[in-house]
Every structure is written in C-alpha cells, then in structure tokens.
C-alpha cells in the first residue's frame, strides 16, 4: 500500500483523541491540540475567485503541501450600505463572492486549516483598504482609530459577522485557527500627523472577545521599521512582514516577544502593478532562497499571495508614492491581483508551485495525506467579435438617474442609495450656458482621479494612450489644471464633465478627506468666474441597471471620438476559461452578463482581463464595454495574459513536466 495512503489527513493528525486547546503561542513554537505544529499557509481571497472555483484553489493549495489557508475579509462588500449585510445571499453584485462561511466550510473539507484577517481594514491592494465608502459622509470621523463615529460603525459590523466565523473556529469543530486584529497598524505612524491608537487596538480586542473568539490573535507589521507600535505586546502575537532577507525581522521578533513562535504573516511571493507602470514579476531562484530560509530559521510563514485573484469590477485600490495629502503621488492598482505567485490570476501552475512543493516536502516534519495535484483547467481562445450596437453619451446619460445641485459634490455625499452616496464607477457634472470664443476650463485643485470634457457631446480632451498622458490636462497630476475650448461663440452648449474613480488608497495612514472621489477640492471656473448650478449623473453600473438599458444602435463608421457603450455578443458552448484582449482598445471597463468584470487601459501593464468560465452561460453572452475615447472594431480573445511589457514565461513545459 503507498505510504501516502496510510498517512492521516491533517485533521486526523491534530484531531485524534478529540479537541481540547487550540492554536497555542506560549513556547518557542506552535502547538495545536498540544501538538507541535509550523504553520504552512498561503493566501487566498474568496472574494478574488469565482465560487466555483474556490475548491479547485483550495486542493492545489493544500496539493502543494501547506495545512493552512488565510483570506482576508472585506467590509466595503459585505456592508455596501449602511446597515445592508451580505454573506452571500444578501443581492448585492458581488454576493456570488461573498459566502465567507461556505469558503472556510470547504477549506476544512480540503484539509486545511484557516487564519482569518477580519480587519476592520486589510490594505490588500482593495478599494479603500475594505472600509466601506459611506464612512466618508461623516464629516468629523477618524477612520482607524478609537473614534467613537468610526467604532459604533465598526462594533455594529463586527457584531454581525464575529458570531458568524465563531461557529468555524477550531475549538467548536471547525477551521478556524487565528484571527489577525487590523492589519500592518505599525505603518500608520506618521510623524507629526498620526501616532498609532492603543486605544483603538483594545477597543477591536474587547470586541472580538466579546463575540466569543476564543483563537489566538495576532497582528502584523515589520518588527525591524514599526517595533511594536502596531500591537499590544502580551495580548497579541507579533507577526512579520516582509520581502526578503527574513533574518533581521525574525531576530527582531525573538527579542520583542521572547519564547513565543516566530511567524511570517506576509512572505511576499511577488508583487501588484499600478497603472502606467511596468509588470511586476519576482525571479524564481530568489523566491525558492528566501522561502527556503525561512523554513530553515525555522518558522511558520503564510504566503502573501499564494493565488492573487482578480479585483473584479472597480474594487482596485492605490497607493500614495509620497506622504502628501493632495493626492498628486496616486497609483491606482490594475484589474488582475496575479501577483506573480505560486499560482496565477487564473490558477494556473508556476515554478513557484513546483518550488513550494518540494521545499514542503523536505522540510515538513509532520508528514500527513497529500492529494494527488489537480489538473490545470483548459483555456480558449474564441473567434474575434464585432462590435454589434453602441450606445452614445448622451443617450446613456438620459437613461441614468439626475440630481441638481448649486455646488460640486463628490459621490460620496450624493443623496443615493439610502442615503449612502456613491462607492464606484463614474460621476458627470453637467451644466448648460454660453461659451465665448477662446474660453479657457479651469479645475480647481486636483482631479479625483481622471476627467474628460464633452461639449454638446462633442470629446474636447484628448485621449490618454501612454504614461506621459497622465502630465496633461484631466490627471490627478496636475492642479488647477486648465483647457482651452476654441475659437467658436457657442450660446446654450451642454458642458458635460465625466470623472473616473480609478480606486481609493489602501495603505497606511489614511486622510480621508483625501479619498473622496470626483470634483470637489475646489470649484470649476470659466475664464475665471466659478461655475455652479449643476445637473450630476451617477454612473455606477450596477448590474439592473446595466440590464435595463435600451436604444442600442448601430455602430458609427467611422467611430466617433469619446465616451460610449460597445456591445457584442459571444456564443458558448463551454464555458471554460478565456482573456479578453484588450490592446486595441483605449480606456474603459468590460461588463461580462450585467457584471463589471474590471478595467483596462492602453497605458498598461495590464492588456488583457481574465474571464472566468463560471461568469459565461452556455448560449449566448452579452459583452459591453465602456470605452473612454476611441473603440476598436472587434472584441478578441487570448489564452493568456497580456502585458504591455512583454509577459515572463514560466518554463511552462517544465511546470508540466515536474506537475505530471
């Protein structure tokens, strides 16, 4: 008989005889169930992975010899509105992601265990860090802090969800084995602006308590930059976050919290792409030597990502490249959350994958069943579609909801959905009046994030094809950035101003003053005289909306330059796997069955956007995209991703060789 088939499961192993203790920290190293225990783990976001897929990444993951699974949770979807809860079944447009109970179910049936990061803010590259955006219409809140506005909304959405992942945890059967409290709290210090809030920290460890957590709790951080100034030392355990060179946090560790388990919360297997920049990718060897230095220290380690995902629709989030509150260093995130990691966007195996296996395999004392590694999905490429019916600007603003205002408001504050603003998508200022020859548009302060500039339907901004685009007129770049409008008097024009939220920041301290999204750091001037009396379209894309909509058209030919929907359908007979290739196209979003599948953009490095089979139905699908500028003829289609730079393979036929 193989020995792999004598082997106990890993549950069999820490389970036998019944469970009495959980995840232990009080020595030098883990025990669980009072049995030593490294903790092998890696990251998964169910919200980043279609449903039906999320036990295909859970076995390979669990094929590649780690016990455990980590995912964060993301506030801002599971509360999309104040007081509006989805867990999966709430009829939000992502509550297909969202059945965290359900993910964590099948995490104990694939054998692993799990380490849940409920936040209340996860950075992850996610829109706003997972902060919900109607925090932002309290004028006077802190977020992150012990702010009594900013925890009574936090208490009452911990109040729902804690309850829901104390039935999972290991003590009570399931597979729960930690909790993270916040996350990376250290990197918030901010000299002269912002000192991390014990008092917040306390205030998220009564609470958890308080909804019956009884697993160990951790936070993470550098030790070697943040110290402990991101923890409670005693309460929680100290993890580590890191790159590289795992040595000095791990030494840093011993001496913060002597004889207590060393652990890397965050090794990070690759990294993300900002828009405009080139693709990330992490050499192998470098990767195979520093996760193989961290088994040898010895300590556990999660792996950060082991499978990236997608942030579908608009949830990307941004970083700040300098510490000013103006905005002016923005970096938006891409679409694909790939991350170079062990397996792709679309779960396909790397020589990472092949790597983990094998340093597990050799460094593992604790040898349990390991499932036979799944086989990798088959892709398609389909026939390019034409472009079939389009949907001019204007007919689309007349089938989208009108507000008034005598002021500029950025969406947060726009009086919808329940009075909780707008989280995503587009706004449009409008405004009619007479334009004299030569008039110079003045925005004041900075764009949130990008704007285009439509008289009487007609596009006056140029397109954004290239990275330098971003320095002209309608970037967040600029300030107080101006336009000329020509030569011609126009008496009674229709000035129409479309904005893009390209994603909120998720890193660090966040001045939320400053994520607000729109027009709004100053007022919208011509020839100097500010302009008021506004009609303000929000351009959400919400999928009933996207389905109601009507007056399709044919295409014109030539197109016309500007804002519009493009509209194909794509028959299917299996719906497997495929990438629309997007590198003909300019600027915009694809929406897949009423579903915002996420953007694209010619400045790259993103070129391509992952389909998902499980998003297509068998027969025919609808296709739209929202292009900023200047369509092309046809949607076509790609097994694999593209990059503006050229896309690092793998040595694939070597990954297939080594994976049987």
Request: charged fraction near 20%; glycine fraction near 8%; include cysteine.
């Amino acid at each position: 008989m193989a020995l792999a088939n004598v082997l106990p499961t890993s549950y069999e192993h820490y389970t036998a005889g019944g469970i009495h203790v959980g995840l232990n920290a009080d020595k030098p190293y883990f025990t669980l169930n009072e049995r030593n225990i490294t903790i092998y783990s890696g990251a998964v976001h169910y919200f980043r992975v279609p449903k039906p897929y999320w036990r295909d990444r859970l076995r390979k993951l669990r094929a590649a010899g780690l016990n455990t699974v980590e995912t964060y949770v993301p506030w801002n979807l599971h509360e999309p509105q104040p007081g509006w809860f989805d867990f999966g079944q709430g009829g939000s447009d992502m509550q297909d992601l969202l059945a965290v109970e359900e993910f964590l179910k099948i995490a104990k049936e694939e054998d692993l265990f799990a380490i849940v990061r409920p936040g209340p803010f996860i950075c992850s590259e996610w829109e706003f860090g997972g902060l919900p955006s109607w925090l932002l219409r309290e004028k006077n809140i802190k977020v992150r802090t012990s702010d009594e506005i900013f925890m009574k909304y936090v208490t009452r959405y911990f109040n729902v969800l804690l309850p829901l992942l104390a039935l999972l945890q290991f003590t009570r059967g399931g597979p729960i084995i930690a909790f993270q409290v916040e996350n990376e709290y250290g990197s918030t210090s901010n000299p002269g602006k912002f000192i991390p809030d014990r008092n917040y920290l306390r205030q998220l460890h009564r609470i958890m308590t308080g909804n019956g957590l009884v697993e160990l709790l951790v936070t993470s951080d550098s030790p070697t930059l943040s110290g402990t100034s991101g923890t409670l030392p005693g309460v929680f355990l100290q993890t580590a976050n890191f790159g590289g060179n795992p040595k000095p946090d791990f030494d840093k560790l011993k001496e913060l919290q002597p004889n207590r388990p060393i652990m890397a919360m965050e090794f990070w297997t690759g990294w993300f792409d900002h828009w405009s920049e080139t693709h990330h990718t992490r050499g192998d060897e470098d990767f195979y030597n520093t996760y193989e230095l961290i088994l040898k220290y010895p300590a556990s380690v999660n792996m950060y990502m082991f499978h990236g995902g997608t942030s579908f629709g608009f949830m990307n989030g941004a970083n700040l490249e300098n510490s000013l509150s103006d905005n002016s260093g923005f970096q938006p995130d891409t679409t694909s959350y790939d991350y170079d990691s062990p397996l792709s966007e679309s779960g396909d195996y790397t020589l990472k994958y092949v790597m983990v296996k094998e340093l597990l395999e050799k460094y593992n004392p604790v040898k349990t069943r390991i499932p036979q590694t799944p086989h990798q999905a088959r892709k398609i490429s389909h026939e390019p579609q034409e472009i079939q019916s389009h949907l001019p600007f204007n007919a689309l603003l007349n089938l989208s909801p009108k507000l008034v205002s005598q002021q500029l408001v950025p969406m947060e504050n726009l009086p919808i959905n329940n009075m909780s603003g707008q989280s995503y998508g587009y706004i449009v200022y409008r405004k009619r009046l007479d334009i004299p020859a030569n008039s110079t548009l003045t925005i004041g302060g900075r764009i949130c994030d990008t704007l285009i500039v439509l008289i009487n339907g007609n596009m006056v901004t140029k397109p954004v094809s290239n990275v330098n685009d971003l320095n002209k007129f309608g970037s967040w770049r600029l300030k107080n950035s101006k336009l000329s409008l020509g030569t011609q008097n126009l008496v009674g024009a229709t000035l129409d101003l479309l904005v893009e939220n390209w994603g909120r920041v998720n890193f660090g301290y966040l001045d939320q003053f400053n994520q607000y999204k729109g027009l709004w750091q100053d007022g919208v001037y011509l020839n100097n005289k500010q302009l008021s009396d506004w009609e303000i379209f929000p351009l959400e894309f919400k999928r009933a909306w996207t389905r109601s909509l009507s007056g399709w058209k044919a295409p014109n030919k030539p197109p016309i330059a500007g804002p519009a929907l493009y509209k194909t359908r794509l028959f299917v007979n299996n719906t497997l796997d495929t990438y629309l290739d997007m590198s003909d196209w300019y600027k915009g979003i694809v929406i897949v069955n009423d579903f915002v599948l996420g953007r694209y953009s010619r400045i790259g490095p993103q070129q391509s956007l992952y389909l998902p089979g499980p998003f297509l139905q068998q027969g025919w699908n609808d296709i739209i995209v929202f292009e900023h500028y200047i369509p092309a003829k046809q949607i076509t289609f790609s097994i694999k991703p593209i990059y503006k730079t050229r896309f690092r393979n793998k040595a694939l036929q070597l990954v297939d060789h080594l994976l049987g």
